[in-house]
């Protein structure tokens, strides 16, 4: 699906194929079809941070600033991992996986 598989080269974390090398299916499905994986990524980086908030403010009894500071950190290094998660998430919500598809 991607171009580069590494998400931390993060200069090419967006650049995507043109079409499915297993089934040849196009992945821009109309223009700026991945602009609604923007919803998609906030509500993963939403949860990502409550993640960071509980486990550092009620498991390691971290104050309210320190919190702030582990969601900043948490938030900045799982970046490339949400963006290519939300992208797959988002064409998932519209196309189905086939796993027969291609083999003719």
Same mark, same amino acid.
Do not use: W
């Given at each position: %699906?991607?171009?580069?598989?590494?998400?931390?080269?993060?200069?090419?974390?967006?650049? %995507?194929?043109?079409?499915?090398?297993?089934?040849?299916?196009?992945?821009?499905?109309?223009?700026?079809?991945?602009?609604?994986? %923007?919803?998609?990524?906030?509500?993963?980086?939403?949860?990502?941070?409550?993640?960071?908030?509980?486990?550092?403010?009620?498991?390691?009894?971290?104050?309210?600033?320190?919190?702030?500071?582990?969601?900043?950190?948490?938030?900045?290094?799982?970046?490339?991992?949400?963006?290519?998660?939300?992208?797959?998430?988002?064409?998932? %919500?519209?196309?189905?996986?086939?796993?027969?598809?291609?083999?003719?």
């Amino acid at each position: %699906m991607y171009s580069d598989k590494n998400p931390l080269h993060l200069t090419k974390v967006l650049k %995507m194929n043109d079409n499915c090398s297993h089934c040849g299916l196009k992945y821009q499905i109309e223009p700026s079809f991945f602009y609604g994986a %923007m919803y998609v990524s906030y509500g993963l980086n939403v949860a990502v941070g409550i993640a960071a908030f509980i486990i550092s403010f009620v498991f390691f009894g971290a104050s309210i600033g320190e919190s702030f500071i582990a969601i900043v950190i948490t938030l900045i290094v799982l970046f490339p991992f949400v963006l290519r998660l939300s992208r797959n998430l988002y064409i998932n %919500m519209f196309i189905s996986y086939d796993p027969k598809a291609g083999q003719e």
